[in-house]
């Protein structure tokens, strides 16, 4: 029997409630459960791939290509639940799938609305999270957007519904609130809270656990108090979230609070005590790194660090194997561009790394960064789009190959090195189209790829349109690239990663290795970048 957790938020939206499900998660797997995890989003887009994650955040893809909101990022560093396209529903996708059963005349006869159609079908999706084959002892729903908005409506009532479908004993509703703190005077206010909750009980939803965002500041006994009172819930269920800093410290703030026996005693579980060691030494070992290694993450100018997501993460845990913090530091590579002093931008840096991205605007910039690391020594990492920047680089500046490009920004290129992948050829929309989630790689042997994995055979998470174009293997071969690893494709191996001969540490993949890694597992080449950029520093100090 599968118990529910629901979370909700309140006051205001990006209140943690996707860190919140997370460590929620954390704990209650460390207790032997087993848990599922689902992010229910109302916005209309059918997926977030098709959103700016300069606005939205990063787009996180599954092992099974899906393309979902950055939280199910949160869900896999802290758990290990098996995320997939189940995992993320938006009220697009619930329409979506809601207006073809009715073209297919599923619902004839009917008039089709949005109690009981759409209720049914968000309901249908919490129940076929839990139906696997798999069981699970605990399933984590996290509803996206703030109660009382207009679009988060359809889901609140589904969870209303669901919860009696299911029996509410099996239930436990998770509030996430805002407590601001007011300068003036001096003090924590409770009364958004207690509207947030209000707001929540008429659409029928009671929660059992608030978790109270307090920023710097804690909720002293009597704020508890109140917020129990007007509430109607437990004063042992009213969680104090101050901001805690590092992220991963935030689990163990929970468990302090005991909030996960709370949860357990409102699901009625028992589960065994849960052994925290290996993540507090992780915790710790975080805080006490000294050393900091000061990368340049060269790419389009963002303003929020949410668009990357994943990858500031994956540094964090590369950071805490190799003892150091890493300070990321975004150069915009369009100051890159047109005479600019390439060296005095770069020069302060241990290592470079070229990211993610779409779009002609600041690739000039991005090439010249990677010349400056492949000429000076400096440990280069591309990912994606950072390993056709490299190719490019290499044919235009080692293999003689002038004006070589890729076909995504210059279509009319001489030399074409990286080209549209054959499969893209004719396909117009532009929502979930691209080459999506895991494949086979295979690792060739001598290569610094396959030391830093430790296998011959890996599985990394791909989000592109581009690839190697093969026709140019000869070229760049003689000019230093070797191919480190190839998805064979049947008629041709699709070049996954490459790296350089005669350099300290120049490593690019065509996927997202960033979406795999976790603070207790970082990612094999992270961890070797962040290796490498740290020795450069000391040899260069
Ligand atoms: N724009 C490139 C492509 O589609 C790279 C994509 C990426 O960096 N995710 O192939």
Excluded at 48 to 55: I, S
Excluded at 366 to 388: D, S, T
Aim: charged residues 25%; negative net charge; contains cysteine.
């Amino acid at each position: 029997m599968t118990k529910y957790i629901f979370t909700t938020g309140g006051v205001v939206s990006s209140v943690g409630k996707g860190i919140v499900s997370a460590s929620l998660g954390m704990l209650l797997e460390a207790r032997g459960l087993r848990i599922a995890m689902m992010k229910m989003d109302p916005y209309i887009n059918v997926d977030p791939g098709t959103m700016n994650p300069y606005e939205h955040g990063e787009v996180f893809v599954t092992d099974d290509g899906a393309e979902t909101d950055l939280d199910l990022g949160h869900y896999e560093r802290f758990t290990s639940a098996k995320l997939s396209q189940k995992s993320n529903a938006t009220t697009g996708a619930v329409y979506n799938t809601v207006i073809q059963k009715e073209r297919r005349g599923e619902f004839l006869g009917k008039t089709v609305q949005v109690i009981p159609h759409i209720t049914d079908e968000i309901k249908a999706r919490i129940r076929s999270l839990t139906a696997e084959e798999e069981p699970v002892d605990v399933a984590i729903i996290e509803i996206g957007g703030t109660v009382g908005d207009i679009e988060s409506l359809p889901f609140l009532e589904a969870l209303r519904q669901y919860r009696l479908d299911v029996g509410p004993e099996n239930c436990c509703c998770v509030h996430v609130t805002l407590v601001p703190f007011i300068d003036a005077s001096g003090e924590l206010k409770t009364k958004p809270t207690q509207h947030s909750v209000r707001a929540l009980r008429d659409i029928g939803l009671q929660p059992d656990i608030i978790v109270c965002r307090t920023g710097k500041h804690s909720l002293a006994k009597e704020q508890r108090q109140k917020i129990a009172l007007f509430c109607n819930v437990t004063n042992d269920a009213i969680i104090n979230a101050e901001d805690i800093s590092p992220l991963y410290a935030i689990p163990l703030n929970f468990k302090r609070q005991a909030l996960d026996d709370i949860a357990l005693r409102i699901l009625g579980l028992g589960a065994p005590e849960s052994d925290l060691a290996e993540w507090t030494a992780m915790v710790d070992r975080l805080q006490a790194a000294d050393a900091t290694a000061h990368i340049a993450a060269v790419g389009k100018y963002v303003g929020h660090d949410d668009a990357y997501k994943s990858i500031n993460e994956a540094f964090v845990h590369a950071g805490i194997h190799n003892d150091c913090k890493v300070r990321l530091t975004w150069v915009d590579s369009e100051k890159l561009e047109q005479g600019a002093d390439i060296s005095k931008a770069l020069e302060k840096f241990d290592g470079i790394l070229v990211g993610p991205g779409f779009g002609s605007r600041g690739i000039e910039g991005k090439i010249a960064a990677a010349q400056y690391a492949r000429e000076n020594k400096v440990p280069y990492f591309g990912i994606c789009l950072g390993m056709q920047i490299a190719v490019i680089e290499l044919a235009r500046h080692k293999a003689g190959l002038k004006g070589a490009a890729s076909t995504e920004f210059v279509p009319e290129t001489p030399h074409p090195v990286i080209s549209l992948l054959s499969e893209q050829r004719g396909v117009k929309d532009m929502g979930g189209t691209m080459r999506l989630g895991q494949y086979r790689c295979e690792l060739r042997e001598g290569t610094r790829a396959r030391a830093a994995y430790g296998a011959d055979v890996i599985y990394e998470r791909h989000r592109h349109r581009y690839e190697f174009n093969n026709e140019y293997l000869d070229a760049l071969t003689a000019a230093g690239m070797v191919v480190s690893g190839v998805h064979p494709k049947g008629d041709h191996d699709l070049v996954e990663i490459i790296e350089l001969k005669d350099h300290p540490w120049f490593c690019a993949g065509q996927f997202h290795p960033e979406f795999k890694s976790k603070p207790l597992r970082p990612q094999p080449l992270f961890r070797d970048f962040v290796g490498a950029a740290l020795r450069y520093r000391e040899k260069r100090d």
